[in-house]
T-cell receptor, first 114, second 113 residues
Framework: GAVVSQHPSWVICKSGTSVKIECRSL??????MFWYRQFPKQSLMLMAT?????????EQGVEKDKFLINHASLTLSTLTVTSAHPEDSSFYIC??????????FGSGTRLTVV | GESVGLHLPTLSVQEGDNSIINCAYS??????FIWYKQESGKGPQFIID?????DKRQGQRVTVLLNKTVKHLSLQIAATQPGDSAVYFC????????????FGKGTLLTVNP
């Protein structure tokens, strides 16, 4: 079946630094990739939608200059949290879509900003 | 704005019992719904899906019911096992060419042995 690899699975960084999270579709081409953020005991909140070769579409309230998304190929999308602060600590999850109703989720990245 | 919500935040059942997890949605344009299971520290795991032209779909030990009249979705798990303990989310395809998924709040299912 379709597999999405997300790395790193966890990361601890100092406040003010940037962190990059990678999301790769291993055996299929992802037309669209979605990035979600999940706080403890809460649901997944969509941050942005990215299509290969074009700019990401951000959800209302998500700072595009803080959460940089790059979708340079059909198998790789990256999320960079710039100038991270403790309030950015969260569980980030990517999902890849093949242009239909099939969604494959990554295993998530636990970001802790200290 | 429109969103997907759940009636019960927690559900505790005995092993072997049947579980029913409910979800209310408000976007009448949604045409595709998915139930996900999420274990602690992991990404969502697909359980079962249903399109809006159906009202029932069955899988292995799971059944999803869709009532478009009242915009209600439910997940039934038969003979619930301890391994079913997790948070369950319903998600809806909220339309558009990007196939965005909107998630409900989640229900924590605890199965007692």
């Amino acid at each position: 079946g379709a597999v999405v690899s997300q790395h790193p699975s966890w990361v601890i960084c100092k406040s003010g630094t940037s962190v990059k999270i990678e999301c790769r579709s291993l055996d299929f081409q992802a037309t669209t990739m979605f990035w979600y953020r999940q706080f403890p005991k809460q649901s997944l909140m969509l941050m942005a939608t990215s299509n290969e070769g074009s700019k990401a579409t951000y959800e209302q309230g998500v700072e595009k200059d803080k959460f940089l998304i790059n979708h340079a190929s059909l198998t790789l999308s990256t999320l960079t949290v710039t100038s991270a602060h403790p309030e950015d600590s969260s569980f980030y999850i990517c999902s890849a879509n093949q242009g239909d109703y099939g969604y494959t989720f990554g295993s998530g990245t636990r970001l802790t900003v200290v | 704005g429109e969103s997907v919500g759940l009636h019960l935040p927690t559900l505790s059942v005995q092993e072997g019992d049947n579980s029913i997890i409910n979800c209310a949605y408000s976007n009448s344009a949604s045409d595709y719904f998915i139930w996900y299971k999420q274990e602690s520290g992991k990404g969502p795991q697909f359980i079962i899906d249903i399109r809006s032209n159906m009202d029932k779909r069955q899988g292995q030990r799971v059944t999803v019911l869709l009532n478009k009249t009242v915009k209600h979705l439910s997940l039934q798990i038969a003979a619930t096992q301890p391994g079913d303990s997790a948070v369950y989310f319903c998600a809806e395809n909220s339309g558009g060419s990007n196939y965005k998924l909107t998630f409900g709040k989640g229900t924590l299912l605890t199965v007692n042995p």
